[in-house]
T-cell receptor, first 114, second 112 residues
């Protein structure tokens, strides 16, 4: 089954404690991205990756890092989380070389930073 | 990418057709109309997309006006499980960037 898997689904952490949210896809997609969703602000792109070792900033990259060492994985790293990063996070993937491609989203990670 | 305008919310009776409108009056000739939906805090789910012809798949139909300034997503027989926020997105279909710009969407409430 084609899917994007995020872990963990829920996480409560304290300010400043580094954390990583993993994202893995099994569709051999080139393009992967991270979004955050906040009430009243909708979904906003944090970072994206066109392919292995190719990453770039989205609209709200501050406080986040990503890496793309393998095609299937695209972890989101918060080096020093702060309360304003409390949000619902989604990872997405799509076949970057296909013009009319649909994006597949993970089930989300609800992060709370206290 | 062109901006879209959708009603904030709509109701629909179970078993009836749900017609969700979207205005995109500034759409360019090479921009496609995409529809996604999000069921209560789950990941968004692709529904359908089109350029200028009407499109249909197993989930829905997409009707695009001749001038392409508006479109309607049709769920032919809405069920309670179709209750979700529906996003209309206009974007250039290109491998260079697959970013989706989500607006606020329409909350469709299917009533029993």
């Amino acid at each position: 089954e084609a899917q994007v898997t995020q872990n963990p689904r829920y996480l409560i952490t304290v300010t400043g404690k580094k954390l990583t949210v993993t994202c893995s896809q099994n569709m051999n997609h080139e393009y992967m991205s991270w979004y955050r969703q906040d009430p009243g602000l909708g979904l906003r792109q944090i970072y994206y990756s066109m392919n292995v070792e190719v990453t770039d900033k989205g609209d709200v990259p501050e406080g986040y890092k990503v890496s793309r060492k393998e095609k299937r994985n695209f972890p989101l790293i918060l080096e020093s989380p702060s309360p304003n990063q409390t949000s619902l996070y989604f990872c997405a993937s799509s076949p970057g070389t296909v013009v009319h491609s649909e994006a597949f989203f993970g089930q989300g990670t609800r992060l709370t930073v206290v | 990418d062109a901006k879209t305008t959708q009603p904030t919310s709509m109701d629909c009776a179970e078993g009836r057709a749900a017609n969700l409108p979207c205005n995109h009056s500034t759409i360019s000739g090479n921009e496609y109309v995409y529809w996604y939906r999000q069921i209560h805090s789950q990941g968004p789910q692709y529904i359908i997309h089109g350029l200028k012809n009407n499109e249909t798949n197993e989930m829905a139909s997409l009707i695009i006006t001749e001038d392409r300034k508006s479109s309607t997503l049709i769920l032919p027989h809405a069920t309670l499980r179709d209750t979700a926020v529906y996003y209309c997105i206009v974007r250039v279909a290109s491998g260079a960037t697959n970013k989706l710009i989500f607006g606020t969407g329409t909350l469709l409430a299917v009533q029993p």
